[in-house]
């Protein structure tokens, strides 16, 4: 039976004085490669023959993965640069694993990195970079008209920011909690991230914030979309990169990595939701995300030690941790989430995979790795063991099937419509200084069709309701009418 090993992990963090000294996104995955290799304890780079490139948004080339091995001065016959998502290392990962027991590979390196910070830096510097010219088009380009209907484009709510507060606070409400415990208890989950980023070299912030200081609303924190303030969304402007290289424990032996440093791949599951957001059957669940971690909980046979759950927005952990069965004491983090540890962009996973790799090195037991990608849509988790695992990964670890048993009936949407409507879930978009622009609500009708409206920043007594922090809004009437632009608009009744 083949075993897949992670036998050499690396990081790095980039923070240049001056921007022209900043590392483009290739040079970070090159140093973070680099990294790997000296981790692994044996000369690997030059027996790649397979890598495999988490895609980035910082800086557009020709050819990113051709790119990168050259940079390198290594180019094997199998180079991929792959499509995106927060979910996107770990099926890059699970797929490599998957390809050397096929006998597809022999020793595989996926890397990526951003360096966002450093174009922030040098735009309000006024300042080129030195980096290669930008290629004209993006290679696996995210095209929101594919992903988001019309109604939602219109309406603005086409970017995670916007989206994921709906399923925080259908969420919140599907629990019988008021909108304060909800708060209180995001605010609490996300200081455990903090404390851990806090003790993490790789972290872009190494601050233990405590919980009332990431809940509290001031200049330094406002409101980005209700309920949530800049300390509860991901943070990608950092520059990072990481790498990690895996192989046949057969190879690795034979190569001479010492035991010590590998670390098992038992398996893993992968699930998702359908693409638009409009066209799901609640937002107070995934189905795709508790089919994948039934799977791969069952796949380890009891809790995992050590955990990572994806924290772009906390209901996403809020929602893991509640399916995994675990109490608020359990830390959800061996990295240090999006928001301290950094969110660079589609990269995270792959840090949370270097960062496990190591604690199961140091605490031998059993990880976690659970991501997901675009809007609760894209769902992957893996465990990995410092044990040998008992039988080798499934070649086919697709799910859907038991989420699709999970999904309830998908309602029918519709872009026009009058009359009576009741919440099923909203959020309220802030501008500067936490002003509010605007409301949105995500509507059910009396014949239970699904819509969307808006509501106006004039309209204090409908804005009072949805923010109110001792009573959820969910479910409450209210009266749909068009707007001068066509678009729908909602107020209490």
Known sequence: MTNVVIVGVGEIKDRPTDPILALDPLDLMVAAARNAEIDSGVALLDRIDSVEVIHQITWRYEDTARKLCERLGHVPEHATYHAGGGESPLRVLHDAALRIIDGQSRVALICGGEARSSIQKARRAGVDLP??????????????????????????????????????????????????????????????????????????????????????????????????????????????????????????????????????????????????????????????????????????????????????????????????????????????????????????????????????????????????????????????????????????????????????????VVDRYEGSAAIESFTVIYGRDSIIDRGIVILRTPDDRRTMARVPAADKQSLARLTDKLRSPIGVNGTVTTGDDGLLEWRLL
């Not at 010590?260 to 995300?289: F, K, N």
């Open 131 to 412: 980096w290669p010219p930008k290629a004209k088009v993006m290679e696996h380009p995210w095209r929101v008209e594919k992903m988001i209907s019309a109604m939602g484009r219109a309406h603005g709510i086409s970017q995670p920011t916007y989206i994921y507060p709906l399923y925080e606070n259908a969420t919140l409400h599907a629990w019988g909690m008021t909108p304060a415990e909800a708060q209180a208890e995001s605010a609490e989950l996300w200081s455990h991230y903090a404390v851990v980023a806090s003790n993490n070299p790789a972290a872009w912030l190494q601050s233990a914030i405590a919980p009332s200081d990431i809940m509290a609303v001031t200049p330094q924190n406002p409101l980005i979309a209700w309920p949530y303030p800049k300390l509860m969304v991901a943070n990608p402007t950092v520059n990072q990169g990481a790498a990690a290289i895996v192989m046949a424990e057969e190879t690795a032996l034979e190569l001479g990595v010492d035991p010590a440093r590998m670390i098992y791949l038992v398996g893993g599951a992968a699930s998702r939701e359908p693409e638009d957001y409009l066209d799901r059957d609640c937002y107070h669940a995934s189905p795709s995300q508790q089919a994948v971690l039934e799977a791969v909980s069952a796949l380890n046979g009891g809790p995992f030690d050590h955990l990572e759950l994806y924290s772009c927005f906390p209901c996403v952990s809020k929602m893991a941790r509640r399916t995994l069965g675990l109490n608020e004491n359990v830390v959800p983090t061996v990295t240090g989430g999006l928001t301290f540890f950094g969110g660079p962009f589609n990269d995270y996973m792959l840090h949370a995979a270097c960062a496990m790799t190591r604690q199961l090195r140091s605490q031998a037991g059993t990880g976690l790795l659970y991501g997901q990608g675009d809007f609760v849509t894209k769902h992957h988790a893996l465990a990995l063991s410092s044990s040998r695992p008992q039988a080798r990964p499934a070649m086919d670890y697709r799910v859907d099937s038991r989420a699709d048993a999970l999904r309830g009936a998908l309602p029918a």
